[in-house]
């Protein structure tokens, strides 16, 4: 049976919510629930203690140039100060032991914002955003960034402003699209806000920052374009955050803040979002890893025709590399017209193909003229398998080759679960004598859930189709495009790609182009019209050098 990437669904979303909620519980309350973990103001802190800006009386009030700030015991620091010890008792004593209904109300809240970022996921970002290994990849990467980001605030005395919070969604605005990178960047937000009672300068920031990079990132062929990125984000968030501070009427000391360079809110601002961009960019196989997806380098790797697996294709089934080639060519103009991942699609034609090296002459493709096909003497259903087998032994060759997976789904893809129309209607034909459903002349493939891999799909049947147009037009090359497109769309093998009407109109305008410059008529060479009418050929032109050509051409100018 072919293995396919295994899709997500609802209980899947359950389970995983589950755990994130049941981790973050503990994680957020964890200073509060480990008695080791109080703060005596009278002895070295074990944990760095932020008490809220609004929990500060009147009198105890800080501010930081004009922006109301927590009161921060750092770990290992003693308090002198008396108000701020009574202050940092009386925190510590009211929030002690957490009460079984917060922490319900907490693990509650925890679930319903993993529950809806997965669920959004599967429903609004295309098919990519359903499968199970994007779901855990991203809901790891996500509570890693939480996690790292609770440590710091535990065990260091670090601005909450410089936390780098926008690496992962900066990730999911490569290797998916910006609306992931805003989800993702949403839980980040939320969750990291929690740990610090949601102060309203500490959300606007998260927010502004980790959401700022789905707008700022935008050159997805460039992954140093993060850096960009991520400094723009900075500089949004530290804007958002003066504009939200004036707006409150807590106006803050612009110059004075950035004079403090160490000390300075706005600085740590932009800095959390410099640093978000260098982690993203350092860091990239780590994200490769965890989401199943393929750096650009990799893939500029694979499109090396020297590759062994191709070399084997070109030698193996000549006339299938010959059409991957023509494919590659096709798909990756189109997937550039609707923004897909040009290079990914290019590479997906090039191996999508590899199972016909097991049986080569089963596809016609590989059949030189007048050799006879072996299908004549084979039953529908027989023939069928034959074809469909290069589907599982094409999956089976990549993987152990070493085929990124992304790679291999257009294998399993390019069919889809389509039914093999000319060999079903074959053993209807002949009346069906062994009672079989269109079940048996079914791929055993996945349907596309990428942009990516409905391009392939479209054009494996469009580039094979335009083949056998006699006396190609414009018109016929409309006929064939629409047609299997409505096909495809009829069998319902596109529901989980991820195009859009707007797409589909483009592709087919850009594939009708792009056959009409492939396939235009030629004016025939003289020796082509003689062939053509019986007589004599014309003489073949002898050899000359460079030296007879300027030695003829200087004799005739004199």
């Known amino acids: 049976m072919l293995r396919t990437r295994l899709i997500a669904g609802r209980t899947s979303g359950l389970i995983l919510s589950a755990v994130f909620a049941s981790i973050f519980t503990l994680a957020g309350q964890a200073e509060v629930v480990l008695e080791p973990l109080r703060v005596d103001p009278l002895r070295p802190a074990p944990v760095t203690l932020r008490v809220p800006s609004?929990?500060?009386t009147k009198d105890a009030a800080l501010h930081h140039h004009g922006l109301p700030q927590p009161l921060v015991v750092t770990r290992g620091d003693v308090v002198n100060d008396p108000v701020s010890q009574r202050i940092v008792r009386a925190f510590e004593r009211e929030r002690r032991p957490p009460e079984s209904g917060t922490l319900a109300g907490v693990w509650i809240s925890y679930f319903v914002i993993a529950y809806i970022f997965l669920a959004y996921l599967r429903v609004f970002t295309g098919g990519r955003g359903g499968l199970l290994r994007t779901q855990a990849g991203l809901l790891v990467l996500v509570g890693a960034t939480c996690l790292a980001a609770k440590l710091l605030l535990l065990f260091t005395g670090l601005s909450p402003f410089i936390l780098p919070l926008a690496t992962v969604p900066l990730w999911a605005a490569l290797y998916f699209n910006r609306g992931t990178a805003a989800a993702s960047g949403l839980v980040i937000a939320l969750v990291c806000a929690s740990f610090l009672d949601f102060e309203m300068p500490v959300v606007v920031v998260y927010l502004a920052m980790t959401?700022?990079?789905?707008?700022?990132f935008y050159d997805r062929k460039h992954s140093t374009h993060m850096l960009v990125a991520g400094t723009a984000a900075g500089l949004f968030a530290a804007l958002a955050l003066i504009s939200v501070a004036l707006s409150s009427g807590d106006a803050i000391d612009v110059i004075g803040d950035l004079a403090e360079?160490?000390?300075?809110?706005?600085?740590s601002t932009i800095?959390?979002?410099?640093?978000?961009?260098?982690?993203?960019?350092?860091?990239?196989?780590?994200?490769?890893?965890?989401l199943g997806v393929v750096t650009r380098g990799k893939l500029q790797e694979l499109t090396d025709v020297d590759h062994p697996l191709l070399r084997k294709m070109s030698r193996?089934?000549?006339?299938?590399?010959?059409?991957?080639?023509?494919?590659?060519?096709?798909?990756?103009?189109a997937a550039a017209a609707i923004g897909a991942d040009a290079l990914l699609t290019r590479v997906g034609a090039y191996y999508h193909d590899l199972g016909k090296t097991i049986q080569p002459k089963y596809y016609i493709e590989n059949l030189v003229a007048g050799e006879p096909s072996p299908h004549a003497d084979l039953e529908p259903d027989v023939s069928a398998d034959a074809i469909m087998a290069h589907v599982v032994e094409g999956v089976r060759i990549l993987r152990e080759g070493g085929i990124p997976e992304p790679v291999v789904e257009f294998a399993y893809t390019h069919h889809g679960t389509s039914v093999?129309?000319?060999?079903?209607?074959?053993?209807?034909?002949?009346?069906?004598?062994?009672?079989?459903?269109?079940a048996a002349f079914r791929y055993p493939g996945m349907r596309p859930r990428t942009r990516e891999t409905a391009i392939l799909m479209l054009i494996d049947a469009i580039e094979a189709a335009a083949r056998s147009v006699e006396e190609p037009t414009r018109e016929k090359f409309e006929g064939v495009v629409q047609r299997v497109t409505?096909?495809?769309?009829?069998?319902?093998?596109?529901?989980?790609?991820?195009?859009?009407?707007?797409?589909?109109r483009v592709l087919q305008s850009t594939l009708i182009d792009t056959l009409c410059n492939a396939y235009h008529n030629r004016i025939k060479y003289p020796w082509q019209d003689r062939d053509d009418e019986g007589d004599p050929q014309l003489p073949v032109p002898g050899v000359a050098t460079e030296r007879d050509v300027a030695q003829e051409r200087s004799s005739e100018s004199t």
């Not at 959401?211 to 700022?216: I, P, T, Y």
């Not at 360079?261 to 600085?267: Q, R």
């Not at 800095?271 to 965890?290: E, H, K």
């Not at 590399?321 to 990756?332: D, G, I, T």
């Open 54 to 56: 609004d929990y500060l």
């Open 211 to 216: 959401l700022g990079v789905a707008v700022f």
């Open 261 to 267: 360079l160490h000390g300075s809110i706005l600085l």
């Open 271 to 290: 800095a959390g979002g410099m640093i978000s961009g260098v982690l993203a960019v350092l860091f990239q196989r780590v994200a490769t890893a965890a």
């Open 316 to 333: 193996d089934a000549p006339g299938s590399w010959q059409h991957a080639r023509a494919m590659a060519n096709l798909a990756e103009g």
């Open 420 to 438: 093999i129309e000319y060999f079903w209607h074959k053993c209807l034909e002949a009346g069906n004598p062994k009672n079989l459903s269109d």
């Open 486 to 504: 409505n096909v495809k769309l009829r069998q319902g093998q596109l529901d989980e790609s991820g195009l859009s009407l707007e797409d589909l």
